[in-house]
């Protein structure tokens, strides 16, 4: 899309360097988490790179994209001023790392150093949730998108500490006066960071996008579906968390089912926007239709797993095998398909906006090349595709390596495209962006609490 849309107070973005730099770092860690899973399905790892591989994409990735949005998006969308500017920069820092020294701790057997990598990574996210919740506290009453960003902020203050938990558990008996097990503590941690922190945050995100995206208007059962996903997102989080944690069944298949009906509610929601577009196909269209599939795949594929044992291991992701159905088919392609609007919506909103009526400008989808976009598009569908039937079929191992390097390429295509659009157009580039030299024209919530004293 190539316009602003209505309502949005685009004279609440922060400084144009803190939301890009979460992205710029986000892609980085992207590019070694694809590439090293690469390296994982064709050779085993020394110590638990695995898990190191899993985190980089989840938390270096997906989390840090997470983090970078809703600090660009809560003051535009909510219309207030971000809380500290300070700390939405101090975030990010101590998230990577707190990252980096997890994972090479994994990666290398020292899990002495675990609990201080993720002490880092603790400070980090309980950083960003008091930063986002000190600014969504003046945008109350909160409406429906804000409602999700508020209780994924909660999933992610909970999940911080059950991983520091997880952490220093590997080197020390911390759990052992717990009245629960580490295994429950893990199935906890995963829950509530893959379908509350991240889900939720699809959700709330997702359908405010789509409309936008589509041009097109919710009807009255997508407004029915929403409020029953909404519902049922957050109880189902909640119950299945909780029941998953002191192993409790019942209440963890209760919350499982919730779960699946409210991600499929989303999924009917926005098929129907995608079905109803009045516009032509996009970067954030075309990606969406996958993650729309792929999240009813997953939610169909999930409902006998989960009913089965809603509280084993084996159902970490949902059904086993569909790992790649929901970390690639809706969290990957959901984060690629809207920065391919939000980083040169940023760009273009610093750097051309003041000069319409003065010269001529390039509209938004004019910052990146279209090229690259098809391509990346096409081989992280494609190796999407082989990861995910190669997962659901137990096909050779060497399937999924082909699969795996598509993705990788497909990535780095989209990674390129960003970082050549950054160059190009953003102003200073991207050694501006790194040393966070970006315009810092509107003061944050601190400064405008001083003046006002």
């Given at each position: ?213 589509t041009q097109t208007e919710y009807a009255t ?36 089912l919730a779960v699946l009906v409210g991600a ?22 075309a990606r969406y239709w996958v993650v729309v ?161």
């Amino acid at each position: 899309m190539s316009t602003i849309p209505d309502g949005l107070r685009t004279d609440r973005t922060p400084p144009i360097s803190i939301p890009l730099q979460h992205f710029l770092v986000g892609l980085c860690f992207l590019v070694v988490g694809i590439g090293a899973g690469t390296i994982l399905s064709v050779t085993a790892l020394p110590g638990l790179a695995d898990v190191a591989q899993l985190h980089l994409l989840l938390v270096g990735w997906i989390a840090l994209t997470i983090m970078g949005a809703m600090t660009q998006f809560v003051p535009v969308w909510s219309g207030v001023a971000l809380h500290s500017k300070r700390l939405a920069t101090a975030q990010l820092w101590l998230v990577v790392g707190g990252l980096v020294g997890f994972a090479a701790a994994l990666a290398t057997g020292s899990v002495s150093l675990l609990p201080i990598a993720a002490g880092l990574l603790l400070a980090g996210v309980w950083l960003f949730v008091y930063t986002i919740g000190r600014t969504l506290l003046r945008a109350r009453p909160l409406d429906r998108t804000e409602r999700h960003f508020a209780f994924a902020l909660f999933c992610f203050a909970a999940l911080a500490p059950l991983g520091t938990l997880l952490a220093a558990s590997f080197s020390t008996s911390v759990l052992e006066s717990l009245p629960v097990t580490r295994g429950g503590i893990l199935l906890a941690h995963a829950t509530v960071a893959l379908y509350g922190a991240v889900l939720v945050t699809i959700a709330g995100a997702l359908s405010q996008l789509a409309t936008m995206f589509t041009q097109t208007e919710y009807a009255t059962i997508d407004r029915h579906l929403l409020g029953l996903e909404e519902l049922a997102l957050y109880g189902g989080v909640a119950a299945l968390a909780v029941g998953r944690g002191v192993g409790l069944e019942s209440l963890a298949r209760a919350g499982a089912l919730a779960v699946l009906v409210g991600a499929a509610a989303l999924g009917l929601v926005i098929a129907r926007a995608l079905f109803r577009s009045t516009v032509e196909r996009s970067p954030m269209t075309a990606r969406y239709w996958v993650v729309v599939g792929s999240l009813l795949a997953w939610a169909v594929l999930a409902v006998p797993a989960w009913w089965r044992d809603p509280t084993g291991q084996a159902g970490l992701f949902g059904a086993p095998g569909t790992t790649d159905l929901l970390v690639l088919g809706v969290f990957g392609f959901v984060v690629v398909g809207t920065l391919y609007h939000v980083i040169p919506f940023i760009v273009w909103l610093e750097h051309y906006s003041d000069r319409i009526g003065l010269e001529p400008v390039p509209t938004i989808d004019d910052l990146y090349s279209s090229r690259l976009e098809r391509a990346d598009f096409g081989l992280t569908l494609a190796g999407f595709l082989v990861l995910a039937v190669a997962g659901l079929l137990s096909l050779p191992t060497w399937l999924a390596a082909v699969g795996g390097a598509l993705a990788s390429v497909g990535f780095a295509l989209f990674a390129a495209n960003m970082v050549w659009t950054l160059r190009r157009h953003g102003p200073g580039g991207v050694g501006d962006v790194v040393r966070g030299t970006g315009s810092d024209s509107e003061p944050d919530a601190t400064e405008v609490d001083r003046v006002g004293d």
